[in-house]
């Protein structure tokens, strides 16, 4: 089916009480990590319109990863940062996607994610997630981070809450379970959690946007 992004963003826009998409085409948000969090809120933006997106992982796909990942049983063996864009733009066509096969560090973070007004971490490990709010904080603090603490097991979902704790720093989870516990990931947690850091980014946007009117 062909369809026009003026196509695309009548239907973003027929579905909200204003027009939005003019607004989210300009954004630029960057995802590190692209497993059960990122590849899911990068899912979430693109449908909600977001222009640009700047994807980094270094990781590929494995079987384990389907019970909770964006990823297909095809897609086995295959990098993240090289499937995922292909499902993205099979969405919106019209998403700019940069994505970087490669290990976020806190010596390549600023150059990957310069161009982002919004950054979100999306990763596995504390130590990673702990380098990235630092690295950003430290490094880039001008730009909006939202992190992920806490989506493990089966608990009560709505215990799964957005915070801001600081005026820079968004934190969404239960801020307890973790896998380490033994409690396991399952998609339904993982992707409350991660719908909560997707809308947090498109509150960011359009509160920003709300500021210059």
């Known amino acids: 089916m062909q369809i026009t992004e003026a196509d695309f963003a009548a239907a973003v826009d027929s579905r909200n009480n204003r027009p939005i998409y003019g607004i989210l085409k300009q954004a630029h948000v ?8 990122g590849s899911n809120i990068a899912a979430a933006l693109v ?3 977001v ?3 700047v994807l ?16 297909t049983l095809s ?6 940062a090289e499937v995922l864009p292909e499902l993205l733009r099979e969405i919106n066509p019209f998403c700019e996607i940069t994505s970087h096969c490669v290990r976020v560090t ?3 973070c600023a150059e990957l994610f ?13 130590e990673q997630k702990a380098m990235l709010v630092n690295t950003v904080l430290e490094q880039m603090p001008e730009v909006e981070l939202i992190s992920g603490s806490g989506m493990a097991g089966y608990g009560n979902a709505n215990a799964i809450t957005t915070r801001r704790i600081t005026p820079k720093l968004t934190l969404c989870g239960d801020g307890k379970t973790d896998v380490a516990d033994g409690v396991g990931l399952t998609a339904s947690r993982v992707i409350i959690c ?3 850091m997707a809308s947090r980014a498109i509150e960011i946007i359009l509160e920003g946007a709300n500021k210059h009117e």
Request: aromatic share 6%; proline share 2%; with cysteine.
């Open 47 to 49: 449908r909600s319109g």
């Open 30 to 37: 960057g995802i590190a990590g692209l497993g059960g969090l």
């Open 114 to 126: 310069g161009d982002c007004e919004i950054i979100i971490e999306a990763f596995d490990l504390p």
């Open 75 to 80: 897609q086995i063996g295959r990098k993240k």
């Open 106 to 108: 806190a010596t390549n």
């Open 56 to 71: 980094a992982d270094f990781d590929s796909v494995e079987l384990s990863n389907l019970n909770r990942q964006l990823y």
């Open 51 to 53: 222009g640009s997106l």
């Open 194 to 196: 991660a719908g909560h």
